[in-house]
């Protein structure tokens, strides 16, 4: 690699290669000539990264601890079925949410419990609760939609606080809580830590066990609070809904330069990934390229951007 | 051993005598015969067909698809990998082949389109992992979606149906009494078992498993034979995929996905250890009855198939319990 190249390549050091790439897809989103820059689909933009975004604040944790969460779509749409059947019965959006929440919860203890206390392959214990959530979601619902919610989650879901949609600010309080958790408390550091040399840090008096589980749990929490604005979307609540939105959300986590193997991380590298990929989509959508053929694209970008990251680390092992 | 590692040993919990027994490959084989025995009779005493003729041969049936999709997955595992995309791949590569030979060719190059299609996703796999330095379940994970995404776009939303009676054969066909599938899984048990036992590759598959940096500093080619079981992975893909094509006559982009929990299942249940360089393909063999008859019984006691993910992820996670404490083996601490 000759010399210039290589000194911008240091120079860009902190900048994931999501950055120059996702400028590009942005760019060629706006260039599309398809109604990609009107308002309305600027708005809309923001409503389809809300759930994706909420997703991927906890994935980028687990990821960072060396772990990996494949239920989360479809402890999702479990949450989401259990809220619908209580809002349809007559209940209150209060206990629906709370519902949710206890739902999600309990998968992320169970999640956190195998893989920490246990010590098993995280992506294992997350797929045999991809199939127990998924199973429940089935049976409940028969494999049913399930609709006659009533107008009020649809409502909430459309309202404005000053201007911005509700969704659009539940997640980006989302990262906001993520961000505070991640870079200013003791959890935020053990998750670097969990990650980074987990038996150091038992060695060191720390119940890493318990924080590690708390990482898992987090993203129960998050999956069933995300389950009001999924719900509120469709008005209903579709058993398989949200199953393969963990590849999104883990592929928004590796665009944004997370490594699997380190212990690093950073969440504004998530959100670039997760705008990257919600933009991707949306222009693909717009030329009439189907869902099945961008998750082929997503697959492809997340290798030129793994291929970049890892060819600019091998040029800083070895300057000169 | 450094004064980290000493520590850490300190507090691991001893392996005890019984579970030292448990592990062993003869014991653990011939409990899993036992717990198949029990089932059988558990679900003879309960139902009225299960004893059929043509129910237990369809209990085999069901069990050699599972493990041919296996028998690769295997394979890798004991390599110390992971494949996720097996059943995508099974799902690609069987639309493809209907598409064939929907379109009047010989059903026979529809077979070559599968299991070439399937093996180069195997092969993609493998570079993926041993080029590109990817976690093994990360780049399959992707495979997965990249591979579901595909057949998604080539089947539209559509089926492809009704094979020649020549092809169907090979999914449906007896030969003296017996299913062609039970035929194809025990000539895959006995080459794969040859295989791994008799060769120098197949050794040294285990060799990678058990401790990949003392495999590569005894001079094994550590990346190229997990190039190699990657492949082989998406060929027995292939062969899964026409043996599933030519029994159910027809293809679906939704065909392979119910079968991912229960293969893996399979494979642990087989008593292959999740970590890598200990198990067998026979206790895959064994592992794929044990789910053929959970699925079949299922069926028999009239319980709905909406249970099935939910019935099986409980199954898959209790076997990686029993295998950690059967092995009495623990990653970390704390």
């Given at each position: 690699m000759d010399a210039p190249l290589r000194s911008v390549s240091r120079r860009t050091r902190p900048l994931p290669a999501i950055v120059p790439i996702g400028l590009v897809v942005?760019?060629?989103?706006?260039?599309?000539?398809?109604?990609?820059?009107?308002?309305?689909?600027?708005?809309?933009?923001?409503?389809?990264?809300?759930?994706?975004?909420?997703?991927?604040?906890?994935?980028?944790?687990?990821?960072?601890?060396?772990?990996?969460?494949?239920?989360?779509?479809?402890?999702?749409?479990l949450c989401s079925v259990v809220m619908a059947m209580l809002l349809a019965g007559g209940h209150g959006l209060a206990t629906a949410l709370a519902a949710s929440i206890g739902v999600g919860l309990v998968f992320g203890a169970a999640n956190g419990g195998l893989v920490s206390l246990l010590g098993l392959p995280p992506f294992v214990v997350t797929l045999g609760t991809l199939g127990i959530a998924q199973g429940a979601a089935l049976v409940l619902t028969d494999g049913n939609?399930?609709?006659?919610?009533?107008?009020?989650?649809?409502?909430?879901?459309?309202?404005?606080?000053?201007?911005v949609p509700l969704p659009v600010i539940v997640a980006l309080a989302t990262w906001l809580v993520t961000h505070v958790l991640l870079y200013h408390t003791r959890f935020g550091t053990y998750v670097f830590a969990i990650g980074g040399n987990r038996d150091a840090l038992v060695l060191a008096g720390v119940p890493a066990w318990a924080w590690h589980i708390g990482i898992y749990v987090y993203g129960g929490l998050v999956s069933g609070v995300?389950?009001?604005?999924?719900?509120?979307?469709?008005?209903?609540?579709?058993?398989?809904?949200?199953?393969?939105?963990?590849?999104?959300?883990?592929?928004?986590?590796?665009?944004?330069?997370?490594?699997?193997?380190?212990?690093?991380?950073?969440?504004?590298?998530?959100?670039?990934?997760?705008?990257?990929?919600?933009?991707?989509?949306?222009?693909?959508d717009l030329v009439g390229i189907e869902s099945s053929l961008q998750v082929v694209s997503i697959g492809v970008l997340i290798l030129v951007v793994i291929v970049i990251d890892s060819a600019r680390r091998t040029w800083r092992a070895n300057p000169a | 051993m450094t004064p980290v590692e000493g520590a850490?040993?300190?507090?691991?919990?001893?392996?005890?005598?019984?579970?030292?027994?448990?592990?062993?490959?003869?014991?653990?084989?011939?409990?899993?015969?036992?717990?198949?025995?029990?089932m059988a009779l558990g679900l003879a005493l309960s139902t009225d067909a299960f004893l059929s003729t043509a129910n237990v041969l369809n209990v085999l049936r069901q069990a050699s698809l599972m493990f041919l999709l296996a028998a690769g997955l295997t394979l890798v595992i004991l390599c110390g990998g992971f494949d996720l995309s097996v059943a995508a791949n099974l799902t690609l590569s069987a639309c493809l082949a209907a598409g064939v030979i929907k379109s009047g060719a010989s059903p026979w190059l529809g077979v070559a389109t599968a299991l070439a299609c399937s093996t180069f996703a195997g092969v993609l796999n493998g570079l993926a992992i041993t080029l590109l330095r990817l976690p093994a379940f990360l780049a399959t994970y992707a495979m997965l979606w990249i591979l579901q995404g595909l057949a998604f776009h080539y089947m539209g939303g559509q089926e492809i149906y009704g094979f020649p009676p020549a092809f169907r054969a090979l999914g449906t066909g007896f030969l003296l009494g017996v299913p062609v599938p039970v035929y194809l899984m025990a000539a895959v048990l006995a080459a794969?078992?040859?295989?791994?036992?008799?060769?120098?590759?197949?050794?040294?598959?285990?060799?990678?498993?058990?401790?990949?940096?003392?495999?590569?500093?005894?001079?094994?080619?550590?990346?190229?034979?997990?190039?190699?079981?990657?492949?082989?992975?998406?060929?027995?893909?292939g062969l899964a995929a026409v043996v599933y094509l030519a029994r159910v006559n027809a293809a679906d982009s939704g065909m392979g996905e119910p079968l991912l929990l229960p293969v893996i299942a399979a494979v642990l249940m087989g008593g292959t250890s999740l970590f890598g360089g200990v198990g067998s393909?026979?206790?895959?063999?064994?592992?794929?009855?044990?789910?053929?008859?959970?699925?079949?019984?299922?069926?028999?006691?009239d319980i709905k198939a909406q249970w099935q993910p939910l019935v099986v992820g409980v199954v898959l996670l209790a076997v990686v319990l029993v295998d950690l404490i059967g092995r009495g083996r623990r990653e970390r601490i704390g």
């Open positions: 942005v760019v060629a989103a706006l260039l599309e000539g398809h109604g990609f820059a009107s308002a309305r689909n600027i708005a809309n933009l923001g409503l389809q990264a809300s759930i994706l975004l909420m997703l991927a604040m906890p994935m980028t944790l687990i990821i960072m601890s060396e772990g990996l969460d494949l239920s989360a779509g479809a402890v999702l749409s939609a399930v609709s006659g919610l009533g107008r009020g989650i649809a409502a909430l879901y459309a309202e404005h606080v000053a201007g995300a389950a009001l604005l999924l719900t509120g979307r469709m008005n209903a609540a579709h058993p398989t809904v949200a199953i393969g939105m963990e590849f999104d959300a883990i592929a928004a986590v590796v665009l944004g330069g997370t490594s699997f193997e380190r212990g690093d991380g950073r969440l504004l590298g998530t959100v670039l990934g997760v705008a990257t990929i919600t933009v991707l989509r949306n222009a693909l | 850490l040993a300190a507090v691991r919990p001893p392996v005890t005598r019984w579970r030292h027994y448990l592990g062993s490959d003869t014991a653990a084989l011939a409990l899993r015969v036992a717990l198949i025995l029990l794969g078992t040859l295989f791994m036992r008799n060769t120098n590759v197949g050794q040294e598959i285990y060799a990678i498993g058990a401790n990949p940096e003392a495999a590569r500093l005894s001079g094994i080619p550590v990346r190229r034979r997990q190039r190699l079981v990657y492949a082989l992975s998406g060929l027995m893909s393909l026979a206790g895959t063999a064994l592992g794929a009855i044990i789910l053929a008859l959970v699925i079949n019984g299922m069926n028999l006691l």
